[in-house]
Each structure stands twice: as structure tokens, then as C-alpha cells.
Nanobody, 113 residues
Framework: QVQLVESGGGLVQPWGPLRLSCAAS????????MGWYRQAPGKQYELVAA???????NYADSVKGRFTISRDNAKNAVYLQINGLKPEDTAVYYC???????WGQGTQVTVSS
């Protein structure tokens, strides 16, 4: 079993930055593709960013240029740097480990003035 714990969410003003973190309980993270998903109220889960073990990344069109996913295998962690937050980014953000399909509990991001 692997536990994923997200942190870093909160209430942020529009156009502000935020950095989400996802910490894994085991080093399996270094071998796995990782993804950040979000679920806005009343909407389906959306994959916003992904990173493979080699470091290549991919982003949803809606977040390109504003979101940056990165990983630190030595710390068993994945990050999501968000810049230029918009109200439509309000959602619960989840970390996913592809190997084993593990999910964190989510962290709420609310963008509001």
C-alpha cells in the first residue's frame, strides 16, 4: 500500500500563485508516472497535469502556461505550481500514482476575491 498526502491548498485571490505538494509513503513514486487531477463542484474529474518517471510532462489545454508539474524522487514528492489562478480553477485537487492507481485525499483550492 502507498499513501499519498496532498497539501498546499487554500483560499487564494485571483491571479495569485499556489504550490501543491503530494508526498508518498514509499519510494514507488520514483518509478511511476504521476498525475494531478481536479474535481470542481458538479463536474467530472479532470487530469490537469502528468509527469512520467523520466520527467516528461503533459498538461490540459486549460492550464497550459500556468501550471507546472515537477517531481523530487529523493523526497518521494510531486508538486504542482500554479500561477495566475482563476476562479474556474476552484476545485479539489488530487494526486494520483499510476502504478497501483493510488489516490490522495485531495486538497481544496478556492480562488476568490
Amino acid at each position: 500500500q502507498v499513501q499519498l498526502v496532498e497539501s498546499g491548498g487554500g483560499l487564494v485571490q485571483p491571479w495569485g500563485p499556489l504550490r501543491l505538494s503530494c508526498a508518498a509513503s514509499r519510494s514507488t513514486l520514483s518509478q511511476s508516472a504521476m498525475g494531478w487531477y481536479r474535481q470542481a463542484p458538479g463536474k467530472q474529474y479532470e487530469l490537469v497535469a502528468a509527469i512520467i518517471s523520466g520527467g516528461s510532462t503533459n498538461y490540459a489545454d486549460s492550464v497550459k502556461g500556468r501550471f507546472t508539474i515537477s517531481r523530487d524522487n529523493a523526497k518521494n514528492a510531486v508538486y504542482l505550481q500554479i500561477n495566475g489562478l482563476k476562479p474556474e480553477d476552484t476545485a479539489v485537487y488530487y494526486c494520483n500514482m499510476v502504478i497501483g492507481d493510488y489516490w490522495g485525499q485531495g486538497t481544496q483550492v478556492t480562488v476568490s476575491s
